[in-house]
């Protein structure tokens, strides 16, 4: 059952009280004279006589200036560097095919499990043998990256389609005038993502000489290419490509290219050479 309106508002209230009221108390108090009392019987919320006597006092007797320049020189440094390594770390990340990727994602996930407190002691023994400590790098240094941060914007990362980010590619492309031309693979089982589909998995390199070049062959035809498990793909495709290495590539070659001339298409190289 949804709270009435009322009933919200009467929560809000109550939820705004208990957490600025505090804040509205001390700043409230810290406007109060000398001769006003902050605490016991006489006290009273507003002041009488506003004045801003205390702050005077505090700034001439605190370096309150430089401590608000190092919070802001810590703040700014630390944004810096978790923008950059977070996204840089989590765009790796979200990409597969490079050794080492489910490991560093499972100890970046495990050192998200001890609390700071386990490691506030080693952290500073680590700190003072750097010789940072009493220096703002000393302050800095422990957070310019977060465990947390690098997820997210690995998640981030995941979200984006293989579409999206091939078209900003093709835009970068063609924004710095560069010649570009988008490629199929011939010999290469697709994922329904659009991605190709692993070496580790089964199906994922064709060596029969047949359904790569009818995948040749659709590529042009249908503008796409069928994946492994049947799903259609919509790819724009301006030249084949086939792998060396794949077994029986010289008579893929040969049966790619017959399959094609037999349906009337021209093989040619780029348009710009």
């Not at 809000?12 to 505090?22: D, E, Q």
């Not at 370096?63 to 950059?84: D, E, F, G, H, K």
């Not at 990340?93 to 080492?100: A, C």
């Not at 690995?154 to 078209?167: H, P």
Request: glycine share 8%; proline share 6%; charged share 20%.
């Amino acid at each position: 059952m949804m709270p009435q309106p009322r009933s919200a508002a009467a929560i809000a209230l109550f939820v705004l009280g208990i957490t600025v009221g505090p804040l509205v108390w001390q700043l409230l108090a810290s406007l109060k004279s000398t001769s006003e009392d902050v605490f016991g019987a006489n006290a009273s919320l507003l002041p009488h006589h506003p004045t801003l006597r205390a702050y005077r006092e505090v700034f001439s007797q605190v370096p309150v200036a430089t401590y608000i320049r190092n919070s802001l020189t810590v703040v700014v440094l630390s944004i810096v560097s978790q923008l950059v390594f977070s996204t840089t770390a989590g765009y790796m990340l979200s990409k597969p095919g490079w050794k080492g990727r489910k490991a560093v994602w499972v100890v970046l996930v495990a050192s998200m499990m001890f609390p700071f407190e386990s490691i506030m002691v080693s952290l500073f023994l680590s700190i003072r043998d750097l010789g940072l400590v009493d220096n703002l790098a000393g302050v800095w240094l422990p957070g310019f990256v977060g465990a947390i941060n690098v997820l997210l914007m690995r998640g981030a990362f995941l979200a984006v389609t293989r579409e999206i980010e091939d078209s900003a590619m093709l835009d970068a492309a063609k924004a710095m005038d560069l010649r570009i031309a988008r490629e199929g693979f011939i010999d290469r089982a697709y994922e329904p993502d659009g991605t190709l589909r692993s070496r580790k998995l089964p199906g994922a390199v064709h060596t029969d000489p047949k359904v790569a070049a009818a995948q040749a062959v659709g590529f042009i035809r249908e503008g796409g290419v069928r994946a492994h498990d049947g799903t259609f793909i919509r790819l724009e495709v301006e030249t084949l490509c086939f792998h060396g290495d794949t077994p029986g590539a010289p008579t893929i070659a040969a049966a790619v290219r017959d399959a094609l001339e037999r349906e009337g298409i021209e093989v040619r190289p780029p348009a710009w050479q």
